[in-house]
């Protein structure tokens, strides 16, 4: 994808419809065992205190480094890992509260599209079978040939012969694989799709057919996404909002055409200096972040970022900053950043400047 593809439409949801999906100060820790028979002796925090809402019909991009989060949190989301605390509510049911039975129901409304196109594809069945199995498990159809049917529409309507159905995975290229990962999620017409970073391992070429069917499938069903990436390129293309992570929390949150446009958070403004520009002859300023991200068992005291940050200021090695609303809709975590009064984000009275139950940096 370059600089120069066509950013998506402005308007989409209204900004004063409910919330899909609601997340409130989501944490997932992981233990850390030395030894076969040893207790624990430390806890990576890969998830530290996460709010984030979508509303129906809207795209919000997670986006961030490899080992910020963005994959742990999608899975929470989807309780295919089980959060440490936190809530997760959808459509106004708490996921985190329903039994097993119960999220197996719920998930014909929720549903993924995983990083790796093949990995997610069993080898040993064919494609008719791996887009029928969501039909066949929540028993929808009257028979067999009745699904057969849906699952040949399925893969029409994401640009594959019906033909197709009698092959295996590895038959296909890997943009076909994924829009065959695309056709199964779409089986039990969900109302939320969590992609985690569906196009990395593909072409560029075909990574922008694959972002226009994702286009196409949210303007035609009125799907809402959770979009999962580290490609900012790609996510200009695709986005309605934006929040940032790193190192477990979100540092920046707006709408994509405000983030790319005025990046607040030195971290954003990095993460945006390294897109490839498709022209020799020309050339932008870059802020090169140094070092590793830091270890999510140990994390940094203060500011999260402040290791690798060029402009880091003392403040920044030993407080916090909270996230706060610095201008309508774009929400910052940092100590330079004007704060809405005007003032350095730390003068705001830490997690008081947030409103009851956003989370971010700043929430514990």
Not at 236 to 252: H, K, N, P
Request: with cysteine; hydrophobic share 40%.
């Amino acid at each position: 994808m370059s600089d120069a593809a066509p950013r998506r439409p402005a308007g989409g949801p209204s900004a004063s419809a409910p919330a899909l999906l609601e997340v409130r100060d989501l944490q997932k820790r992981f233990p850390i065992r030395r030894g076969l028979f040893a207790g624990v002796s430390g806890w990576i925090r890969a998830v530290d205190g996460v709010s984030l809402s979508i509303r129906p019909g809207e795209t919000l991009a997670l986006v961030g480094e490899s080992g910020s989060g963005k994959t742990t949190t999608g899975r929470c989301i989807l309780r295919l890992l089980e959060p440490t605390a936190g809530s997760v509510r959808f459509d106004g049911v708490d996921l985190l509260a329903l039994k097993p039975r119960e999220m197996r129901r719920m998930r014909r409304k929720i549903q993924v599209v995983f990083q790796d196109p093949y990995g997610s594809l069993n080898p040993r069945m064919r494609i008719g079978t791996i887009v029928r199995e969501p039909l066949d498990i929540h028993r929808i159809g009257a028979s067999r040939a009745e699904r057969d049917a849906m699952v040949a529409r399925l893969l029409e309507r994401v640009g594959l012969e019906p033909a197709m159905m009698r092959r295996y995975p590895h038959e296909f290229s890997g943009g076909q694989r994924q829009r065959i990962g695309v056709a199964r999620a779409l089986a039990l017409h969900p109302r939320l799709i969590v992609a985690d970073e569906p196009v990395s391992a593909l072409d560029v070429s075909v990574q922008a057919q694959v972002i226009n069917l994702f286009i196409d499938l949210q303007e035609e069903f009125g799907i809402a996404y959770l979009f999962i990436a580290h490609d900012l390129a790609v996510v200009e293309r695709i986005a309605d909002r934006v929040a940032v992570m790193y190192l477990g929390t979100i540092v920046e949150e707006a709408q994509a055409a405000e983030i790319f446009k005025n990046p607040l958070h030195p971290y954003t403004r990095a993460l945006l200096q390294a897109i490839p520009i498709p022209d020799p002859s020309r050339s932008r300023e870059r802020t090169v972040i140094r070092g590793d991200l830091p270890s999510p068992a140990a994390p940094p005291p203060g500011c999260r970022f402040h290791t690798r940050c060029p402009v880091a200021v003392e403040e920044c090695r030993r407080i916090e900053p909270p996230l706060l609303e610095v201008a309508p809709g774009h929400w910052v975590a940092c100590h330079l950043v004007p704060g809405p009064a005007g003032k350095r984000s730390a003068a705001a009275g830490g997690a008081a400047g947030r409103p009851p139950g956003r989370g971010g940096a700043g929430a514990r």
